[in-house]
């Protein structure tokens, strides 16, 4: 039976990190914090947990499995918690779909398979992967496109053949090659009128933002309001409005995902949920680091500059 329709992430869909306590354990109390705010937004969708911005692959099975939990009772399960499957052999990652099942998944993010990225994949490997995957486990799932640079990314033959799989319903884009991005959404779009097609582009999103249903990203965790007003411009075609939008929230863009390297957008995140009042600290997992001396500074008045300080509530201009 079709997957697709069952789950609704047309709007804002925010990858959680995952809060720990400053000698390192899961901080549940901060992950019903952090889950119950994010839920509050009407136009957040889905919460997806255990992603790269989740440190996901950090965590032992147990811890996963506990996150999962956490970010379901955060929202009293209202907002459907989605569970990145990151483990690399199929059978393996199968298992990890049912685990996250048992804990309260709805659906899950299928990452590539990691070897991928270095040596690439035998022609129908993904396929094989997403159709395993579902069958064994029954976890509807999100199709993941990595970017266009690594070796783990999927031609249009092999997004199509994916995107027509009855356990796929949706697809987070993150290809990062703005001719592939023009040329290939339509043609699966038209393919696969039911495929929900969100935009993972944090760095960059204003272009991306017309042509999707929505954006699964990290960055949905520090400025909520703003991205589900960025989505709504942009299924609008409202450019003059995301363009304002995009501007406004340049200096966070560039304090949290500018900086050297995608990850250390995940420490940033962590900084900039303290200036929201939402975390203490911003205590991460190796192989993450702290940022550098100043950079909590840099993004607590990026922040600030954007109106998204936790004692002045963001206005959304008209
Ligand atoms: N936004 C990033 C990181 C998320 O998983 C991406 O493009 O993949």
């Known amino acids: 039976m079709s997957t697709k329709n069952k789950i609704d992430l047309r709007g804002l869909v925010p990858a959680p990190v995952t809060p720990f306590t400053r000698d390192g354990a899961i ?94 994949y035998q022609k129908g490997a993904p396929q094989d992967r997403y159709k395993a995957v579902y069958e064994e486990s029954g976890l509807p799932l999100i ?58 582009h944090d760095e960059y999103l204003l272009h991306t933002m017309f042509d999707v249903d929505g954006a699964l990203v990290g960055y949905g965790n520090i400025a909520p309001e703003l991205l589900i007003a960025l989505i709504e411009a942009g299924k609008a075609q409202d450019y003059v409005k995301a363009r304002a939008l995009h501007d406004r929230l340049l200096p966070v863009t560039k304090a949290v995902y500018h900086r050297g390297s995608h990850m250390e957008g995940t420490v940033a995140l962590k900084h900039a949920l303290v200036t929201r009042g939402i975390l203490d600290h911003a205590t991460v997992r190796t192989p993450l680091l702290p940022l550098q001396p100043g950079a909590d500074v840099e993004i607590a008045e990026a922040m600030k500059s954007a109106g998204l300080v936790s004692d002045k509530p963001a206005a959304i201009a008209a």
């Open 27 to 120: 901080d549940h109390a901060a992950i019903l914090r952090l889950g119950s705010w994010l839920g509050s937004f009407k136009g957040v969708k889905g919460l997806v947990v255990l992603g790269h911005a989740g440190e996901g692959t950090f965590l032992t099975a147990d811890e996963q499995a506990s996150v999962i939990e956490s970010f379901v009772k955060s929202t009293d399960g209202r907002v459907p918690v989605i569970a990145g499957i990151t483990l690399e052999g199929t059978g393996v990652a199968a298992q990890e779909a049912k685990r996250a099942m048992k804990a309260g998944a709805k659906a899950g993010l299928l990452y590539p398979s990691h070897g991928w990225l270095r040596f690439g």
């Open 143 to 200: 199709l993941f496109q990595y970017p266009d640079v690594t070796k783990a990314t999927y031609n249009l033959d092999t997004l199509m053949e994916i995107a027509a799989q009855p356990g796929v319903f949706a697809m987070k884009n993150g290809v990062r090659n703005m001719r592939r991005w023009d040329t290939e959404i339509p043609v699966i779009r038209k393919a696969n009128p039911d495929l929900q097609v969100l935009t993972c």
